[in-house]
C-alpha cells in the first residue's frame, strides 16, 4: 500500500479517493481500445460528483475501476491510503463489501424476499448481529421514506420504490463511497426526482459520498462537481458552488453541446 502525501509530507485527510494518471485498454495488440486515457482527479469525503459523456467516452469503465469490478490497466487509484491497484482478488473483494455501495439501473432485486429482507440480506450472510442490522435498517428505511413498505414485496412497490430499496441496500453498512451508475434510467421523472433529492438528503444529513455515472443533464444538475468526459479524457469540470440548480443545469447543457453528449429538457 501506498500513502499520498502533499507537498509538505503531510497526507490529505480530506481526500477519499485519488485517481492517478489512470489508464484502461482493451483488446489485443492489432486492435487496442483506449478507453481511459491517463485521467486523473480526486473526490473529497461528503462530496456529490457526477460524471458526464457521450456514449463510448470512457465513465462507465472509470465507475468500474473505482467499484473494482474493472481493473486499471496503468496508473493507481488511492482510497484513503490503500491502492486498490495492488490487491489482491482476495484482498478486493474484502475492501468491496466493506467499502463500497452500489446503485445500478436494474434494481437487482430478489422477488421472493421483502423490502427490508432485500435490504438486509448480505449484512445478514455475513454474520452481522441481528439487532444491528435491524436497527440500521430502520434508520435507512425511515431516511429514504420507504418505511411503510419494509413488509411488501419488489412486484406489489413502483419502480421508483424499489430503487430506494436499492439504495437503502446501498447504505445499510454505511459505506465510504457510494457509485451510482444511471440510477434513474428506469425511472419515470417524478420517481427520478424523488430519487435525486433522496441522494441530495444523504449526501447533506449522512455525509454520503456520491460518484454518480449519468447522461441525463437534469439528474447531474443535483451534483456539487461534475466532470465530463471526452474520447476517454476528462474535457471539462464544473463546480456548482451557489449556484442555483437551474442555472447550473443550463451551464452542463452548454458544456454537453461541446462533448456530444446527450442533451435533456429543463424539468
Given at each position: 500500500?501506498?500513502?499520498?502525501?502533499?507537498?509538505?509530507?503531510?497526507?490529505?485527510v480530506k481526500?477519499?479517493?485519488?485517481?492517478c494518471?489512470?489508464?484502461?485498454?482493451?483488446?489485443?495488440?492489432?486492435?487496442?481500445?483506449?478507453?481511459?486515457?491517463?485521467v486523473?482527479?480526486?473526490?473529497?469525503?461528503?462530496?456529490?460528483?457526477?460524471?458526464m459523456?457521450?456514449?463510448?467516452?470512457?465513465?462507465?469503465?472509470?465507475?468500474?475501476?473505482?467499484?473494482?469490478?474493472?481493473?486499471?490497466?496503468a496508473?493507481?487509484?488511492?482510497?484513503?491510503?490503500?491502492d486498490?491497484?495492488?490487491?489482491?482478488?482476495d484482498?478486493?473483494?474484502?475492501?468491496?463489501?466493506?467499502?463500497?455501495?452500489?446503485v445500478?439501473?436494474?434494481?437487482?432485486?430478489?422477488?421472493?424476499?421483502?423490502?427490508?429482507?432485500?435490504?438486509?440480506?448480505?449484512?445478514?450472510?455475513?454474520?452481522?448481529?441481528?439487532?444491528?442490522i435491524?436497527?440500521?435498517?430502520?434508520?435507512?428505511?425511515?431516511?429514504?421514506?420507504?418505511?411503510?413498505?419494509?413488509?411488501?414485496?419488489?412486484?406489489?412497490v413502483?419502480g421508483?420504490q424499489?430503487?430506494?430499496?436499492?439504495?437503502?441496500?446501498?447504505?445499510?453498512?454505511?459505506?465510504?463511497?457510494?457509485?451510482?451508475?444511471?440510477?434513474t434510467?428506469?425511472?419515470?421523472?417524478?420517481a427520478?426526482q424523488?430519487?435525486l433529492?433522496?441522494?441530495?438528503?444523504?449526501?447533506?444529513?449522512?455525509?454520503?459520498t456520491?460518484?454518480?455515472?449519468?447522461?441525463?443533464?437534469f439528474?447531474?444538475?443535483?451534483?456539487?462537481?461534475?466532470l465530463?468526459?471526452?474520447?476517454?479524457k476528462?474535457f471539462h469540470?464544473?463546480v456548482?458552488?451557489e449556484?442555483?440548480?437551474?442555472?447550473?443545469?443550463?451551464?452542463?447543457?452548454d458544456?454537453?453541446?461541446?462533448?456530444?453528449?446527450?442533451?435533456?429538457?429543463?424539468?
Open positions: 500500500m501506498h500513502t499520498i502525501y502533499d507537498r509538505r509530507g503531510v497526507m490529505d481526500d477519499y479517493i485519488r485517481v494518471d489512470v489508464e484502461k485498454y482493451y483488446g489485443n495488440e492489432s486492435n487496442v481500445t483506449k478507453a481511459v486515457d491517463r486523473s482527479f480526486h473526490v473529497e469525503k461528503g462530496e456529490f460528483i457526477g460524471v459523456g457521450a456514449s463510448g467516452s470512457g465513465k462507465t469503465t472509470l465507475l468500474n475501476m473505482l467499484a473494482t469490478i474493472d481493473t486499471v490497466t496508473g493507481h487509484i488511492y482510497y484513503e491510503d490503500t486498490i491497484t495492488e490487491l489482491s482478488e484482498a478486493l473483494s474484502e475492501f468491496r463489501k466493506d467499502n463500497l455501495g452500489f445500478f439501473q436494474e434494481y437487482n432485486l430478489l422477488d421472493t424476499l421483502t423490502i427490508e429482507e432485500n435490504i438486509i440480506l448480505a449484512l445478514t450472510l455475513q454474520g452481522g448481529m441481528k439487532r444491528e435491524k436497527e440500521n435498517c430502520s434508520e435507512i428505511l425511515e431516511l429514504l421514506g420507504i418505511a411503510d413498505i419494509r413488509e411488501k414485496f419488489p412486484y406489489q413502483s421508483g424499489k430503487q430506494r430499496c436499492a439504495c437503502a441496500r446501498a447504505l445499510v453498512n454505511h459505506p465510504k463511497l457510494l457509485l451510482a451508475d444511471e440510477p434510467g428506469a425511472l419515470d421523472s417524478n427520478a424523488t430519487l433529492e433522496t441522494f441530495t438528503r444523504l449526501n447533506q444529513s449522512m455525509e454520503a456520491i460518484l454518480m455515472v449519468t447522461h441525463d443533464a439528474s447531474a444538475s443535483y451534483c456539487g462537481r461534475i465530463f468526459l471526452k474520447d476517454g476528462i469540470e464544473l456548482r458552488g449556484k442555483s440548480r437551474k442555472f447550473f443545469l443550463q451551464e452542463i447543457l458544456v454537453l453541446s461541446l462533448t456530444g453528449g446527450e442533451l435533456s429538457d429543463v424539468k
